[in-house]
């Protein structure tokens, strides 16, 4: 096999050799389905409830507030459905920004189509949310603010903190979608005031597939999937038990090493900026230069395309992105970019790396070198970049 240096942790981690191993004797050994009432079926059962616990103490809620799912995806519709059809009594205002994720804009556009309004919120340069506009668009009718922790594409981290203080003020809702926080930020759901809280094991080097919905207690969150009495009846389907143990050791082992790891992560992010910066000339990086996830970089090239480069990047062993993987098929520039006021054709030219504990600094120095070279071959060959050199020369 070529060489790989892995740089998409944003969409998916390796599932750690800690976390299979924890998963395994549910799979052959302890098999049971936690509902049954027989002894062998408790050990399912006592597992379930102990990953639950131990994924409520890492947010600090209570074990009966986390409810599983199948990732984050579903979290963020259950959060947005439920809320909207439990508490449109009061209204059927809510209040998101444009720089979500899609699972929760395209619920939103669901929404629409039912007769709620949605005001999608605007953001500055760097992507934090405009604060002084969420406010001002809160409405007698406002009932749910939905604001992601920290942006999956370009890092930047919300200031969840004076966003959750607001809703409180308001009497509001408040959920926000944790994918790519949870596991690389300290996170606690009463300091925040966060009423709902979405995340993902396999953002953390847990397994796809499982993931939970953070849901306060007193929120009156109607049932998402109906048909058994799993998750307190309000999500039905047998558990899904190797995926839930797999996510609690996950979890556990994410906290333990969170300031270590994030640490390392921190300080080859910021190298891999200032190189590429440095040495690739007519980049910008996307995103707050600080105040941004500890393992992501974003960049725009100009005049060339974001898809030629991850092809020709591919080549070289690397693995990156231009934005979501759930939209890495569109051939659209990034919703993200252009909110922050990328025009289209710098937006098309992104590249979105997301680095790991595993991650070396040797292994960011071949990214740059790789990446410097395959820029100056693609710039080479457009005309765009041509004509900009030639109206420079012209103008000194």
């Given at each position: ?33 936690p509902s049954s009432v027989y002894e062998f079926a408790g050990v399912s059962k006592k597992a379930v409830s102990e990953s ?46 444009k720089i979500e994720h899609h699972a929760i804009l395209h619920t939103a556009e669901y929404l629409e189509k039912r007769g ?154 910021d190298y891999l900026i200032d190189r590429v910066l440095k040495e690739v000339p007519y980049t910008r990086l996307n995103g ?109």
């Open positions: 096999m070529k060489k790989l240096i892995y740089l998409d942790n944003a969409a998916t981690t390796r599932t750690s050799e800690e976390v299979v191993a924890a998963m395994l004797p549910y799979f052959t050994e302890y098999y049971g389905n639950r616990r131990t994924i409520a103490e890492t947010i600090g809620a209570k074990e009966n507030e986390i409810y599983f799912t199948a990732g984050g995806s579903e979290a963020d519709n259950w959060a947005l459905k439920a809320a909207a059809e439990a508490y449109q009594d009061k209204g059927k205002h809510i209040i998101t920004t709620f309004e949605i005001t999608y919120v605007g953001v500055d340069e760097n992507g934090s949310v405009k604060l002084d506009e969420l406010e001002k668009a809160i409405r007698p009718d406002t009932i749910l603010i939905s604001v992601m922790f920290a942006n999956n594409e370009i890092g930047t981290v919300q200031p969840i903190r004076e966003i959750g203080a607001i809703a409180k003020k308001h009497g509001i809702l408040f959920h926000t979608d944790a994918v790519q926080a949870y596991g690389q930020l300290p996170i606690q759901v009463d300091e925040y005031n966060i009423d709902m809280m979405s995340a993902s094991a396999h953002k953390l080097n847990g397994p796809k597939g499982i993931g939970f919905l953070y849901i306060r207690k007193g929120v009156k969150i109607r049932s998402f999937v109906h048909g058994g009495a799993q998750e307190r009846k309000r999500r039905a389907g047998t558990e899904n038990v190797p995926g839930i143990v797999g996510f609690g050791k996950a979890a556990e082992l994410a906290v333990k090493s969170m300031a270590e790891r994030t640490q390392k992560e921190t300080e080859l992010r707050h230069r600080t105040n941004r996830l500890p393992n992501n970089a974003n960049f725009s090239f100009q005049f060339i395309e974001g898809e030629s480069l991850l092809i020709l990047l591919d080549n070289d062993g690397i693995c990156g992105s231009s934005g979501s993987a759930c939209t890495s098929g569109s051939l659209d520039p990034s919703h993200v970019l252009l909110a922050i006021g990328l025009p289209h054709e710098i937006a098309h030219g992104s590249l979105r790396l997301t680095l790991s504990a595993e991650t070396t600094k040797e292994d960011i120095d071949y990214v740059v070198d790789s990446i410097r070279t395959i820029v100056e071959r693609l710039r080479s060959m457009s005309p765009l970049y041509e004509d900009f050199l030639k109206k420079n020369a012209r103008n000194r």
